[in-house]
């Protein structure tokens, strides 16, 4: 038995050390395993709130983006419905405009029936006087 414990202790020299320096290395990796799981739930955690922060920021855009879409749409609508008003009012100025300028038209016909019968009428009051003055001077040389 003196090999079995020469092998033994041979054994327990080399191998002993190696498998404690191992455990004592297994213990380090498991310790920064641990620290790294710890780390990365961490990191999760703060992803997932990061994720949810997100999401309202996302939803508050769109819930703001419908109130503006909405206000447009109000305002489009408020403008067209001005915008006919506006060409009502105008269609009726031009029915107005239409309508004084037909009046003044017509006046302004009636005026100038009146302005030729005028200058008719001298025409004729002169030679009724041309032709009284005739009559005159034939009477006068009849008698």
Do not use: F
């Amino acid at each position: 038995m003196d090999i079995k414990e020469a092998v033994g202790s041979v054994l327990k020299e080399l191998i002993v050390p190696e498998l404690n320096k191992i455990k004592d290395e297994s213990k380090e990796v498991k310790t920064t395993l641990v620290l790294t799981n710890k780390r990365l739930d961490d990191i999760n955690l703060h992803l997932a709130d990061q994720s949810r922060r997100i999401d309202s920021v996302r939803e508050e855009l769109s819930e703001r983006i419908d109130e503006t879409n909405k206000r447009i749409d109000s305002v489009r609508e408020e403008l067209s419905e001005r915008i006919d008003e506006t060409n009502k009012r105008i269609d009726s100025v031009r029915e107005d405009l239409g309508g004084k300028i037909d009046e003044t038209n017509k006046r302004i016909d009636r005026l100038y029936e009146v302005i030729v019968r005028r200058d008719e009428h001298s025409m004729l009051d002169r030679r009724v006087a041309k032709l009284e003055q005739e009559i005159d001077d034939l009477k006068r040389m009849a008698a």
